[in-house]
């Protein structure tokens, strides 16, 4: 009887949603065509009008009310399951119309085009198609193995493994969703056959996979180079020893575990390990693979070449090496080439969109309001930091790296800049010089934070995607929170000590 009401009831849900959509859309097009109409056939200057007139409709109105009114409307969209990009496009260029006139939306291209014109952007898409060209010749399969037959006869070993190999994929790859999802269809069925503890084996692909924000050549690493101003090369430098410092921290918890209560993590069988020089003869798999990123991210730190020229020898490089161990073929680098389009697109519409947004906001005066709202407050600068990563963690368990990039690190820099870091317990302030570049590397581990943070993660989702039917959501969201508390130690540690981010570009640069 109850599934019988239960029909008719959502087939009327149904309807009323889809009626409610036609009436929407048709109101849209009927402003649309009315302001058309008093663009084209009536003078902005006066106050003559076809209809009605929107344009100029809030420009009385408050930056404090039209942040709500903009931010409020953005999540609105934004929980409405629409596209960021295009969501922060729209709404960017709705609030220029109705804060000032079509003559105002002239700020569109002068946003874009700067964007459009930098450099530096050219080498997001020459890393991912290095990153594509590496995982379709099969590399990463050969790597884990080779890592795999190293360390699996450790407790823990498999797990140490994932790990290891997840390191020096995010120095090949430098995108999350391919380095876990890789890494969940090659590592988990492993082990899994062997025994492990499921929090143990999903936690560590998650932790593993997400390095690739941290490790160069990260993309997240490069937008924000291009949003706050900064040098590429000294970012890398700067989030290279956290990166790897996280990574040993999650080694050591894996293994510690372990060889604590070896049930967790249990060593693969005595007749399925190879002799010592076996496993060396294994490592020439890895030279050509191993030696291109040493190229590459040589060339960077080295300043010999400038982030787009090492991400254009990477990628020619990358078709070498996958000639070099067979695998080259032209369907590959079709599919590579297409992955390449579809992701840079992707994020480029988001950049643009979130430009126009968040520019416009900084124009109206947002930028000074936010900043007197939160230097307002009274709390010192570590206390304001701490508030600002709070909101980041917040902000990445519900939009994606590039959106938050967008919309909040132009606002927050500023901030940052305004304060002094006198540091913390003993321990070497923070200068005026390397303020922006060490919140850059706070900002990236906080990222990779929010990867894992539950309920909205994006490896939790990712994971869940390549796991077995019988490791439920539950399990995926407690394997992240042990790893989730070593990467909020880790960001402790270079908050405390800055040097972790500092040392490594001063020593280089000077």
Partial sequence: MSTTTAAPSSGMAGKLGTWLMIIATVGLAFIICVELINILFYDPWSDEKFLFKLSGSLAGVDIGPLTYLMFGSLAVALMMGLPLAFVTGGLGVMFIYLVGDAMMLNIVPGRIFPLMANPDIAAIPLFIFMASMLERAGLIEEMFSVVYKWMGGISGGLAAATIVASTILAAMVGVIGAAVVTMGIIALPAMLKRNYDHKIAIGSIMA???????????????????????SVGE???????????????????????SWLNPTLGPPIPVEDRISLGEKFKLLGNLIAPLALVGLVLGLLFGGIATPVEAAGIGSFGAIIVAMMHKKFSIAGLREASVTTAKASAMVLWIMFGASVFVGFYIL???????????????????????????????????L?????????????????KALEFPGLLGFPPVSGDDVVLWFGVLYLVNMQMSFLSPPFGYALFYIRGVCPPEISMATIFKSSLVFLAIQAFGLFMCILIPGIVTWLPGLVYG
């Fill in 400 to 416: 994606d790296w590039v959106g938050i990039l967008l919309l909040a690190v132009p606002i927050f820099i500023p901030i940052v």
């Fill in 208 to 230: 593993g996979g997400t390095l690739g924000i941290l490790i160069p050549p990260s993309i997240l690493a490069i937008l924000y180079a291009v949003v706050a101003q900064q």
């Fill in 364 to 398: 109206q005066g947002g930028q000074q309001f936010v900043t007197d709202a939160i230097l307002g407050t009274g709390m010192s600068a570590y206390g304001i930091l701490l508030l600002l990563m709070v909101l980041l963690v917040i902000l990445g368990m519900f």
């Fill in 235 to 257: 970012l890398y430098l700067g989030s290279l020893l956290p990166g790897l410092m996280l990574s040993g921290l999650y080694l050591t918890y894996v293994l510690v575990r």
